[in-house]
Each structure stands twice: as C-alpha cells, then as structure tokens.
C-alpha cells in the first residue's frame, strides 16, 4: 500500500506556536501533498511537492520532502486558532491516461488554544 | 467562484432503500473521483472518471455504483445501503495531468436509519 502515515495522531498546542506533523509512505511517489480539512467539511489543498523538491513553501506552510527516507513534514508557523483541523498527506498514483488518484494517510487533528 | 457542489449535504435514507448523491462541478476537470470517509478516517478512493473513463477501485463495494452523464455532472448510487455505509462521501475533480491538486466539494453525510 502507499498509504501515507501521519504522526502524531493529534496535536494540541497555543496560540502563536509552531506545529510540526509528519508522513511516512511506503512506495516511490510523483508528488505528494497536504489537504486541511475542517470538521464536516471538505479537503481543502496546500501545498504540492514533487519528488524531486526538498522543501516548499506557502504562507506560514513549510512542507519539506525526503524521497530517501520516504517521508515529508508540514510545519504550520505562528498557529492560529482557525488552523484548528485535521490534516492529511496524501501520495499520488500515475493512471494510463496521465491524471493521478490519491491515497490519503490517516491525518493528524490539530487543535490550536487561543 | 468556480468549485464542486454536492447535494443534498445530509442524507437520511432507510437500510435497503437505494441512494443517490449528486455532484456538479464549474471547473470544466476531465477527472471526477468520490471518496468515502467513515469517522476520524482518511478518504478512501471508491471511483474516478477521466472524461466518461470509469475506474472502479477493487474494493469499492458491489453495491456502489457511478454514473457521469456529461463533464459537469457526477452521481453516487447505492442500491441497497447497510449499517456500515454510513459515512461522509466526498467528491473532488481535477485537471487530466499529472502534479494536479485535487478540489473538494464539502460532502454528503449519508446517516442510514
């Protein structure tokens, strides 16, 4: 499977600090990324980094990628109480046809006190 | 805004009565996926379309079924829902090319009774 695996499984920090979440995946990737999903909501995107990136980043995002090692970290800067979701990695799958389907990992939910 | 739309956000449906959720899209995306993500879970892939292209994941249920009638229309059938179908089901689109995010619409929560 190239399920990605998030750890830790759940974060609670204040506001104001650095949260860090991490994914390990099992197989060779194109690319992968990271969705936020807020409660009963949809997956929103962030970030996309292809395999041969090393680090990206969007606003106070940061993902970082390390194909040697089979594993990619977001790190959310100065958290805010609206980053309060769940977040996902997700690897991608090439088809025949040249689009790619995803698998997702099992997220992380991060709970940010003000 | 262009965007995916699904509806109706809840759904309440009986054991054995068949379902269907609807998604529409303004993206003019050649791919269209459903997902189906049971509680505190990752989405799982059940089908993707490239254009009228259907892929049907191995272990997406017999009794799931797609259709897509045009680019900006996608539907889920169940035709016989049980107890463990219950779930939030999502649909997404993206563009048909590699490195592609894929863009969400905000669910059907699907409660059989």
């Known amino acids: 499977s190239q399920q990605g695996e998030e750890d830790p499984q759940a974060l609670s920090i204040q506001e104001g600090e650095n949260a860090t979440m991490n994914c390990s995946y099992k197989?060779?990737?194109?690319?992968l990324q990271w969705y936020r999903q807020n409660s009963g909501r949809g997956l929103v995107h962030l970030i996309l980094i292809r395999s041969n990136e090393r680090e990206k980043h969007s606003g106070r995002l940061r993902v970082t990628l390390d194909t040697s090692k089979k594993s990619s970290s977001l790190l959310i800067t100065a958290s805010r109480a609206a980053d309060t979701a769940s977040y996902f990695c997700?690897?991608?799958?090439?088809?025949?046809?040249?689009?790619?389907?995803?698998?997702f990992g099992k997220g992380t939910m991060l709970l940010v006190s003000p | 805004d262009a965007m995916v739309i699904q509806n109706p956000r809840y759904q309440v449906t009986q054991f054995g009565k068949p379902v269907t959720l609807s998604c529409s899209q303004t993206l003019n995306h050649n791919v269209m996926y459903w997902y189906q993500q049971k509680s505190s879970q990752a989405p799982k892939l059940l089908f993707h379309?490239?254009?009228?292209?259907?892929?049907n994941e191995a272990d997406t249920p017999d009794n799931f079924q797609s259709r897509r009638p045009n680019t900006s229309f996608c539907f889920l059938d169940i035709r016989s829902p049980g107890l463990g179908d219950a779930a939030m089901y999502l649909c997404?689109?993206?563009?048909?090319?590699?490195?592609?995010?894929?863009?969400f619409g905000d669910g059907t929560r699907l409660s059989i009774l």
């Open positions: 197989t060779s990737i194109n690319n």
């Open positions: 379309y490239y254009d009228k292209d259907f892929n």
């Open positions: 997700a690897t991608d799958l090439v088809m025949n046809s040249g689009y790619s389907t995803l698998t």
């Open positions: 997404a689109t993206s563009r048909g090319q590699e490195n592609q995010p894929q863009h």
